[in-house]
């Protein structure tokens, strides 16, 4: 699990299969177009949607309470904006062995099953 800094304060964030499928639900992307294209990073409001489900899944897993809604998340923006660049920075480094491992086993399952 990564850790972001926001406003002096380091916060968990996770990009896991359920931060990333739940992303593509709500961006109605099919889940392999989505980790093989670069367009899921090509909006503000897509890295918003992103932080919110890292930053929710990074405090689930590090049994904290705290949740955080797109709102506060814009916020973050406004008060760091590298806190957009960081964002995008942290989801490719936790996809691109995330991808590596889906590649890497024996029967992948298709799209249709």
Do not use: C
């Given at each position: 699990?990564?850790?972001?800094?926001?406003?002096?304060?380091?916060?968990?964030?996770?990009?896991?299969l359920k931060a990333i499928s739940r992303f593509a639900?709500?961006?109605?992307?099919?889940?392999?177009?989505?980790?093989?294209?670069?367009?899921?990073?090509?909006?503000?409001?897509?890295?918003?949607?992103?932080?919110?489900?890292?930053?929710?899944?990074?405090?689930?897993?590090?049994?904290?309470?705290?949740?955080?809604?797109?709102?506060?998340?814009?916020?973050?923006?406004?008060?760091?904006?590298?806190?957009?660049l960081s964002v995008a920075e942290i989801f490719?480094?936790?996809?691109?062995?995330?991808?590596?491992?889906?590649?890497?086993?024996?029967?992948?399952?298709?799209?249709?099953?």
């Amino acid at each position: 699990m990564a850790e972001i800094t926001i406003n002096g304060k380091t916060h968990p964030i996770h990009f896991g299969l359920k931060a990333i499928s739940r992303f593509a639900q709500q961006h109605n992307v099919d889940f392999a177009d989505m980790l093989s294209t670069p367009d899921t990073l090509s909006s503000f409001e897509g890295i918003a949607d992103l932080a919110v489900l890292g930053l929710n899944d990074g405090a689930r897993r590090a049994k904290s309470d705290v949740r955080y809604t797109v709102d506060d998340v814009w916020d973050f923006f406004d008060d760091d904006p590298q806190v957009i660049l960081s964002v995008a920075e942290i989801f490719v480094q936790s996809v691109t062995p995330l991808v590596d491992k889906l590649a890497n086993l024996p029967n992948p399952p298709s799209p249709t099953e």
